[in-house]
C-alpha cells in the first residue's frame, strides 16, 4: 500500500528516504522530478543530522541522474570523506560515485591536502570580476549603508573594472574621484567608510588581483557535461562574509548562463540546459527579509523553475527566511524543531498543520524527519535511511574490497603509482 502511494523505487526517477515510524523495511520513496520541479528545504535545529540527510538526498539526485548539482559546501563535509555522530568515517559524495559523476573545487587547496580530498580545480577570484552586486549581497554582514551600497555603482562607473583592487591599494590617489569629492556627488567619510568595510576582502586569500582561468567557466563546463560540483570552503567556510561572497558571485554567473541557455532553447538556438540544484547551508543568511530581493538565491526561489535552476536549502532557522520565499519552497523535509517561530515558517501555508505541529514535536533528535510538499502525494514521518552503511553503499552501487586489496592500493598510492579516489 505504502509503494502505491508513494511510488516504487524501482522505478526510475524514485529514491528511498525512510522507512514510516514501526514499519521497518517498509520503504517510502521520493519522486526525484518533483523534488526538483521546485526549489526545496531540509530543516531541523542543530544535531538533528541536516547535513547526512542532505547528503543521502543528493546521492538519490545523483544516482537517478534527474538533475546535475552544485553544492557549497561550507564545512566541508559532502565531497569527501568525513564523520559521523560515532566518529565513524564516511564516504563522501566524489567517492560514492567514483567514476566522473563528482568534481571537487576547493577554496583552500591547503586545507583540501591536508584532509586528503583529492581536488579537480581551486577557485580563484579576481578582483577585476568582482561587481558591486557581488557585494551588495554582503550589505548587512558588513554594515553597508544604503549610500554607502549605492556609492559602490557610482565608484566601478568611475574607477572601471579594477574599482574594488584600487579602493584596497592605499597607494592609489584615485584621481578620477577628485571631482566628484569636490563637489560633493560623492563623501569623502562615505569613501572613507567604504574603503575600510572592504578591507575584510583581504583576508581571503581566493581573491586575487587578477586570475588567468576563469574559475566560473570551470565549473559551468562541468555542469554542462553533467558532472555535479562539490565546492569546499575548507578554512572559509568560519567566516560567513567568504561564504557569501562566493556563493553568490558563482551563482550569479552561473544563472545568467542558464538564461541564455533557456531563451535559446525557445528560440529553437540551443538545447534545454540540464535541470540544476544549487546547495546552500545557512540559508536564512542569503534569504532573510532584508536582503532576499537584493540576492540571485531570493530570485531563483521566486522563479520557480523558469530557468531549469532550483535551490535545496539547508537551516536550522526557517523563521529567518522571507515569508514570500518559504512560500515558494514545494518540498519541505523537517527534522526536529523546538523553537516557535522556526514551526511556524515550516508550516506557513500547509493545509492541516495543526496535526502535523503535534506529529512535528514528537520526533526524535536524530534520524526522523517529516516529508511533506510537492515530492510526497501526503505527509509522512519517517526513520530516515542511514547514510554510510554498507548496505547504503551497496546500494549506491559501491562495491564493498577485500581488506587486503584496500592496504595494496593504498601502497599504491603512497608510491605515486596510483591516486586515492574511494580510498
Excluded at 555603482?153 to 569629492?181: N, S, T, V
Excluded at 539547508?314 to 523546538?338: A, H, K, W
Amino acid at each position: 500500500e505504502v509503494a502505491l502511494i508513494f511510488g516504487q523505487e524501482e522505478q526510475p526517477g524514485y529514491f528511498y528516504v525512510g522507512d514510516p515510524l514501526e514499519m521497518e523495511g517498509v520503504h517510502v520513496a521520493l519522486d526525484l522530478h518533483r523534488f526538483i520541479e521546485r526549489s526545496a528545504g531540509v530543516f531541523g535545529k542543530t544535531g538533528t543530522g541536516k547535513t547526512f540527510l542532505t547528503r543521502t538526498l543528493l546521492a538519490g539526485l545523483i544516482q537517478e541522474d534527474v538533475a546535475v548539482n552544485l553544492v557549497f559546501d561550507m564545512h566541508n563535509e559532502y565531497g569527501w570523506k568525513s564523520q559521523d555522530e560515532a566518529k565513524q568515517e564516511v564516504k563522501g559524495l566524489r567517492q560514492l560515485f567514483p567514476t566522473g559523476r563528482v568534481a571537487v573545487f576547493t577554496l583552500d587547496e591547503a586545507s583540501s591536502r591536508r584532509r586528503g580530498s583529492k581536488v579537480d580545480g581551486v577557485v580563484r577570484v579576481g578582483y577585476d570580476r568582482i561587481e558591486p552586486e557581488d557585494v551588495d549581497s554582503l550589505a548587512s554582514l558588513m554594515a553597508l549603508s544604503e549610500v554607502q551600497v549605492g556609492a559602490l555603482y557610482f565608484l566601478r562607473r568611475r574607477l572601471g573594472q579594477r574599482w574594488a583592487a584600487r579602493l584596497l591599494d592605499e597607494g592609489d590617489p584615485l584621481e578620477e574621484l577628485e571631482g566628484a569629492l569636490e563637489r560633493g556627488t560623492l563623501h569623502g567619510g562615505t569613501l572613507g567608510a567604504i574603503q575600510r568595510k572592504l578591507g575584510m576582502f583581504r583576508r581571503f586569500d581566493f581573491l586575487q588581483e587578477r586570475v588567468a582561468e576563469d574559475s566560473v567557466r570551470q565549473i559551468l563546463d562541468y555542469l554542462d557535461r553533467g558532472v555535479n560540483v562539490i565546492l569546499e570552503f575548507g578554512r572559509y567556510g568560519n567566516s560567513l562574509e567568504a561564504y557569501l561572497l562566493v556563493a553568490n558571485y558563482i551563482t550569479r554567473r552561473i544563472h545568467a548562463h542558464y538564461v541564455r541557455r533557456k531563451e535559446e532553447a525557445l528560440g529553437e538556438r540551443g538545447k534545454e540546459p540540464r535541470p540544476l540544484v544549487i546547495t546552500i547551508e545557512e540559508a536564512h543568511k542569503f534569504l532573510d527579509p532584508a536582503v532576499s530581493r537584493h540576492t540571485i538565491f531570493g530570485t531563483i526561489a521566486r522563479e520557480l523553475r523558469k530557468y531549469n535552476v532550483t535551490l535545496l536549502i539547508v537551516d536550522q532557522r526557517p523563521s529567518g527566511i522571507d515569508p514570500e520565499v518559504m512560500s515558494q519552497i514545494g518540498t519541505r523535509v523537517t527534522c526536529l524543531l523546538d523553537d516557535e517561530a522556526d514551526i511556524r515558517a515550516v508550516f506557513s501555508g500547509i493545509s492541516g498543520a495543526g496535526a502535523l505541529r503535534e506529529v512535528l514535536a514528537r520526533l526524535d533528535t536524530r534520524q526522523q524527519a517529516l516529508i511533506m510538499g510537492h515530492a510526497v502525494p501526503m505527509p509522512v514521518v519517517v526513520r530516515t535511511r542511514t547514510y554510510g552503511t554498507p548496505e547504503f553503499y551497496a546500494e549506491m552501487g559501491v562495491r564493498a574490497e577485500d581488506p587486503e586489496a584496500v592496504l595494496a592500493r593504498g601502497r599504491a598510492v603512497l608510491r605515486g603509482e596510483e591516486d586515492g579516489d574511494g580510498i
